[in-house]
């Protein structure tokens, strides 16, 4: 599914539109977020399929909101760009690492094999596999001259926990 996306770039550059393309990385929420089933994907299958040390490029799906309210703002300024966005590069082991400093504990892991977490989440196992096998031409600086205040990983999470604590 993710990868219909450069398809409709593609067919919205031969109707010759003018639009301008928000790219983002990984979003963070993956790490938390129960619709992303974090405890048996991001903190088990992702590992098992490209590595602890993997370099993830993050963004906080709240930070896509505050491009996109810019970039609409402003469309002279952005109309016909693609916009590669990403807030840092983390590898699934600083982001565990960063998930105890802020929470006091390890991530909760659900142990699943690849083969099962596809069966419900197919494209993201398909996404992941690719990000592990291709490099992507992303640069924070770009985001953070849009969005300067882009949060890091370690932000994200304390904002999630703090946000957690007053609901």
């Not at 996109?68 to 590069?89: I, M, S, T």
């Amino acid at each position: 599914m993710w990868e219909s996306k450069l398809d409709v770039e593609d067919h919205l550059r031969d109707l010759e539109l003018p639009v301008t393309v928000l790219r983002p990385a990984a979003f963070m929420e993956v790490m938390t977020d129960r619709d992303f089933y974090p405890a048996a994907g991001a903190w088990h299958v992702w590992p098992k399929l490209a590595g602890w040390d993997f370099q993830a490029p993050w963004l906080a799906c709240h930070d896509l909101g505050v491009i996109a309210a810019k970039v609409f703002a402003d469309p002279d300024a952005y109309v016909g760009r693609v916009l590669p966005l990403v807030a840092e590069y983390r590898s699934l082991d600083e982001c565990r690492a960063a998930h105890i400093r802020v929470t006091g504990r390890a991530p909760r892991r659900f142990p699943m094999p690849p083969w099962l977490f596809r069966r419900f989440a197919a494209d993201t196992a398909r996404m992941w596999e690719w990000l592990r096998d291709n490099t992507l031409d992303l640069d924070p600086e770009l985001t953070r001259s849009i969005h300067p205040t882009a949060m890091t990983v370690e932000e994200w999470l304390r904002s999630r926990t703090t946000a957690a604590r007053t609901h």
